[in-house]
């Protein structure tokens, strides 16, 4: 999940699935990170509800963007039940028409060419977690979890919310985060944005040089913290 890459068990999700059928609710499930999921394998809701003769009503949303690396193609897709599917449909008319040609056909060919680079791309991203969550939690006052998928690290920066930098009073997460921008020129989201505060959201679709060299800015701004709080 966006922003703490954390993965659903199987049980939490049918017992999520129970409790929909037993009150008439329909179960929105983004499942745009089926394919980037490291510790375990992945199983759809619509499966688990098949398979476990639950009967809920689920409507699955997926993206090209994810696993296929197609984020600027904007190209999404949803099955479920028919008269939600066709409704969706009228609201997706209205709004944008409809998704451009040239992205449709190139999803096709997504979704039936050959699937080796996925799994090429999920060993590469599954090294870059590691590597990241390793150098954060080497960082003097933050603790980072390990993510099960996605490409989100979500590590806890309350140490330093309160503190003060040149002066500043460090208040929040966003405060935080401007500081690393501006003095580490590192870009990360501020979990308060997320009803996290304390933490701040970082991601590793770049290379290991690049994920090492951020975090090592990042590393000398908190030295300076230590410097200022002394």
Request: aromatic share 10%; hydrophobic share 35%; proline share 3%.
């Amino acid at each position: 999940s966006n922003p703490t890459g954390s993965v659903w068990t199987d049980e939490a999700i049918i017992n999520i699935l129970g409790m929909a059928k037993e009150n008439g609710w329909t179960v929105i499930s983004d499942e745009c990170y089926e394919r980037l999921v490291f510790d375990g394998e992945f199983t759809s809701a619509q499966k688990l509800s098949d398979n476990h003769r639950i009967g809920a009503n689920i409507v699955t949303c997926m993206s090209m963007s994810k696993t296929y690396a197609m984020t600027g193609w904007r190209i999404g897709y949803a099955f479920g039940e028919k008269s939600i599917i066709k409704a969706m449909g009228k609201i997706q008319g209205q709004a944008t028409s409809c998704a451009n040609s040239i992205g449709q056909a190139a999803s096709v060919e997504a979704l039936l060419g050959d699937q080796a680079a996925i799994e090429m791309m999920r060993n590469t991203f599954k090294k870059r977690r590691d590597l990241m969550v390793s150098l954060l939690n080497d960082l003097p006052g933050v603790s980072c979890d390990t993510p099960g998928g996605a490409f989100y690290a979500f590590p806890d920066f309350s140490t330093y919310i309160g503190q003060s930098f040149r002066g500043e009073e460090i208040k929040d997460s966003f405060a935080l985060s401007d500081v690393i921008l501006n003095e580490a020129k590192v870009v990360t989201v501020p979990g308060d944005g997320f009803g996290a505060p304390g933490h701040i959201r970082f991601s590793y679709p770049l290379g290991e040089d690049e994920i090492e060299e951020g975090i090592r800015r990042v590393k000398k701004v908190l030295e300076e913290f230590e410097n200022n709080n002394n």
